[in-house]
């Protein structure tokens, strides 16, 4: 008498599965829609974060921007004499007519043109000359104000 050698556990599982004929089917619809739901919740977020990226480089522009605005004002105004109408000592901050930021140079007059988001603020005063400096100078504030919401 032969005896029957014993299949191993998973073998055997195996045998079984093809023995009843059992088919290996595809996914199921309500598999297939979780899944979808699945990868749906997990998409949202990075799209979520790279909306957010967009806007920080924007105001990081419109920062960058207002800084080069603030220094191109600063630079304009030390071209100016003393006596210069735009250099009239100011209380606090005043915003600055874009027609009078107009240089007048050997090849022509130069504009500084500013984006119409941007509002430039000049601040002018004059310290008092307790110390008895020789000279006579003017203290300079430039502050730049622009609106987050504007569309061009």
Known sequence: ???QKAWP??????????KNK?????????????????IGAA????????SRSAE???????EVLAQNYAEELLDF?????????????TQGLVPVDPSKLLLKTTGGDLSLVTNPKFVRLLSVREPDNLMKWP???KLLAAEIQW????KQ
């Open 1 to 3: 008498m032969q005896t």
């Open 9 to 18: 556990l998973h073998l055997a599982k195996i045998r079984l599965l093809l």
């Open 22 to 38: 059992i088919r290996w089917q595809g996914f199921s619809f309500n598999e297939v829609v979780i899944t979808i739901l699945l």
């Open 43 to 50: 998409i949202v977020p990075v799209f979520h974060i790279f």
């Open 56 to 62: 920080g480089t924007i105001q990081t522009q419109d």
């Open 77 to 89: 105004a030390l071209t100016l004499p003393n006596n210069s109408p735009l250099l009239i000592p």
């Open 135 to 137: 000279y006579k100078y």
């Open 147 to 150: 609106n987050f919401m504007f």
